[in-house]
């Protein structure tokens, strides 16, 4: 079974509207990370926000909001206000914590296009 | 702080070379990870290193190999070079091996990653 799984492959939203980009994921630990990273055409991966599988609140950082629903294992992106610069690939990622190290894994992106 | 470092960003092979890739993590990272990034099979994680040390390995031949220096930097190798072989390989540093509290601590830092063309 995939661990990250993304199923909107192309997502387009009106400038200043906001977007949620899905992420279910499945693992059968108790303690793990949700991460969100994105991923412009110059191919850097950039931090975007983090969710903790023990925190009870949703993770917000700035425009961005990560609605956690725990008992459905979904871990849902939320981009408010869209900009033009949100145009790129997202990515959701999981890190376990079992004795993984610091693997990551990786769901197959969603392609953003913001429309002006 | 200087983020993550990849040397070259780009790189042109023909079949059958070989090719070693660099990678410079940030300042007090230990954990190094690298993963291959292609069209067809996404971000795949290839192995990571800790303290000099590979700790964790992907589903990948033997071709792919690795290694960290005492100073954490670390290096990718891949022998007798395919077609398949093209791709992004983003390298990523992080402060842990394992999950811990707080999101800085867990956090990811990722490199601009070096295309590899194999010819």
């Known amino acids: 079974a995939q661990k990250i799984t993304q199923t909107q492959p192309g997502m387009f939203v009106q400038e200043k509207e906001a977007v949620t980009l899905d992420c279910t994921y499945d693992t059968s630990d108790q303690s793990y990370g949700l991460f969100w990273y994105k991923q412009p055409s110059s191919g850097e991966m950039i931090f975007l926000i983090y969710q903790g599988s023990y925190d009870e609140q949703n993770a917000t950082e700035g425009r961005y909001s990560l609605n956690f629903q725990k008992a459905r294992k979904s871990a849902n992106l939320v981009i408010s206000a869209s900009q033009l610069g949100d145009s790129a690939m997202y990515f959701c990622?999981?890190?376990?914590?079992?004795?993984?190290?610091?693997?990551?894994?990786f769901g197959t992106g969603t392609s953003l296009t913001v429309i002006p | 702080k200087a983020g993550v470092t990849q040397t070259p960003r780009y790189l042109i092979k023909t079949r059958g070379q070989q090719v070693t890739l660099s990678c410079s993590p940030i300042?007090?990272?230990?954990?190094v990870s690298w993963y291959q990034q292609t069209p067809g099979q996404g971000l795949q994680f290839l192995f990571e290193y800790f303290s000099e040390t590979q700790r964790n390995k992907g589903n990948f031949p033997g071709r792919f190999s690795g290694r960290q220096f005492s100073n954490s930097r670390s290096e990718m190798n891949v022998s007798t070079l395919e077609l398949g072989d093209s791709a992004l390989y983003l390298c990523?540093?992080?402060?842990?091996?394992?999950?811990?509290?707080?999101?800085?601590?867990?956090?990811?830092?990722f490199g601009p990653g070096t295309r590899l063309t194999v010819l």
């Open positions: 300042s007090g990272h230990r954990s």
């Open positions: 990523a540093s992080s402060l842990y091996r394992y999950l811990v509290g707080g999101r800085a601590d867990n956090e990811q830092f």
């Open positions: 990622a999981m890190r376990e914590g079992r004795n993984t190290g610091n693997q990551f894994y």
